[in-house]
């Protein structure tokens, strides 16, 4: 019986779209690649490439076990991949969570986590605390993190590296409208 209910679970993950998102690449002239080509190569399973940072819409029916292997295997170097379900982020999308951003001037971002974090710490946590923060983790929602991001002064700390710390995990962040243009080709 547990057998079935495993295999039945293993078929429910392969049926859903995933969204796999690239730690750290193109970046500076580091690990550098092509997405597009990549998304080309792994036609198989319905890949669409969303931007250059290494963020793919996966709609075909693959494991996120296989579809890492599948990708690592292209890639001419090692690299943190992070998956989540497609429907996930199109939850995500739907429940609105920055639609009332006090300030013009704080960018609204979505750091995404190896795995889902057993321990939270209070939320809001503010970096640097006091009135010049410039990161503000809001939520988390399974292995993301909601963040918004402004810039103070010449000092310049991003949501991930705040996430990566608090967390204890490798994380990679995109900037909420990719994650907007992500769930546009998720429900295509």
Not at 52 to 73: C, H, N, Y
Not at 105 to 110: G, H, K
Not at 118 to 131: I, K, Q, S, W, Y
Request: net charge positive; proline share 6%.
């Amino acid at each position: 019986m547990a057998r079935r209910k495993a295999s039945f679970a293993l078929c429910l993950i392969e049926t859903m779209a995933l969204v796999a998102f690239l730690r750290g690449v193109n970046v500076g002239g580091n690990k550098t690649f092509r997405p597009s080509i990549l998304a080309k190569e792994l036609a198989e399973f319905d890949v669409v490439n969303v931007g250059a940072a290494g963020t793919f819409v996966v709609r075909g029916k693959v494991s996120p076990a296989k579809l890492r292997a599948e990708i690592l295997r292209r890639l001419q170097f090692k690299a943190e991949i992070m998956i989540c379900r497609g429907q996930d982020l199109i939850d995500l999308q739907h429940s609105e969570p920055f639609r009332n951003l006090p300030d013009k001037d704080v960018r609204p971002f979505v750091c995404v986590m190896q795995k889902t974090p057993t321990n939270l710490p209070r939320l809001p946590l503010v970096r640097p605390e006091g009135d010049k923060w410039e990161v503000k983790l809001l939520r988390v929602v399974g292995v993301c993190v909601l963040a918004v991001w402004r810039r103070q002064g010449k000092g310049m700390l991003y949501p991930n590296e705040v996430v990566e710390k608090t967390f204890g995990q490798p994380a990679t962040t995109r900037s909420w409208n990719t994650i907007v243009s992500v769930c546009k080709f998720l429900e295509k």
